[in-house]
Antibody, heavy 120, light 106 residues
Framework: EVRLLESGGGLVQPGGSLRLSCAAS????????MHWVRQAPGKGLEWVSG????????FYADSVTGRFTISRDNSKNTLYVQMNSLRAEDTAVYYC?????????????WGQGILVTVSS | DIQMTQSPSAVSASVGDRVTITCRAT??????LAWYQQKPGKAPKLLIY???SLQTGVPSRFSGSGSGTDFTLTINSLQPEDFATYFC?????????FGPGTKVDI
């Protein structure tokens, strides 16, 4: 059974930093692209960032480019996102999602989500 | 960026009804479209990928069609567990974008 478990969320002040983790199990983690998708309270879904299976390629939404860094540790089956210079508009539930098939840009499994609140 | 629109934004339906949701992309995305279902407080769930392929474990009353810029999600014989919000998503090019969602309620 595929399981994705996010951690590391919480309350942070504007300008602060936070690192989210996503522990994966139930599949060969090192074979799949992974993504972060967020959802502001009461709003729709926004793709934030993606990383290739090897970690050699990373992709970002314009809204987070230069502030967020996605990474992965395939030896630990864990996905990360380092979030710096956080803004109020980054407040959202953050989901990690597994890349699917035939396109790794379909998200076939999602974690339960973790809330990040940026507020003073 | 490719923008995704959905219509309607909300639909009221009854158990047993057939519901159709439309998604439109601002440029052609071939068949690179997915549909997700989200219930309150839960993560989205993949229903349809590549415009018309049913994800494993998803009931056959869900179906998808379309190509290029216009796509449709159809739910035949709506069940109580289908009351949720549905999002489309283009997987053709970065940044991957979602539609605003369609809420299906009673």
């Amino acid at each position: 059974e595929v399981r994705l478990l996010e951690s590391g969320g919480g309350l942070v002040q504007p300008g602060g930093s936070l690192r989210l983790s996503c522990a994966a199990s139930g599949f060969t983690f090192s074979s799949y692209a992974m993504h972060w998708v967020r959802q502001a309270p009461g709003k729709g879904l926004e793709w934030v960032s993606g990383i290739s299976a090897s970690g050699g390629s990373t992709f970002y939404a314009d809204s987070v480019t230069g502030r967020f860094t996605i990474s992965r540790d395939n030896s630990k089956n864990t996905l990360y996102v380092q979030m710096n210079s956080l803004r109020a508009e980054d407040t959202a539930v953050y989901y990690c999602a597994k890349g699917g098939f035939p396109s790794e840009y379909f998200f076939d499994f999602w974690g339960q989500g973790i809330l990040v609140t940026v507020s003073s | 960026d490719i923008q995704m629109t959905q219509s309607p934004s909300a639909v009221s339906a009854s158990v047993g009804d057939r519901v159709t949701i439309t998604c439109r992309a601002t440029q052609g995305i071939n068949k690179w479209l997915a549909w997700y279902q989200q219930k309150p407080g839960k993560a989205p769930k993949l229903l349809i990928y590549a415009a018309s392929s049913l994800q494993t474990g998803v009931p056959s009353r869900f179906s998808g069609s379309g190509s290029g810029t216009d796509f449709t999600l159809t739910i035949n014989s709506l069940q109580p567990e289908d009351f949720a919000t549905y999002f489309c998503q283009q997987a053709n090019s970065f940044p991957f974008t979602f539609g605003p969602g369609t809420k299906v309620d009673i």
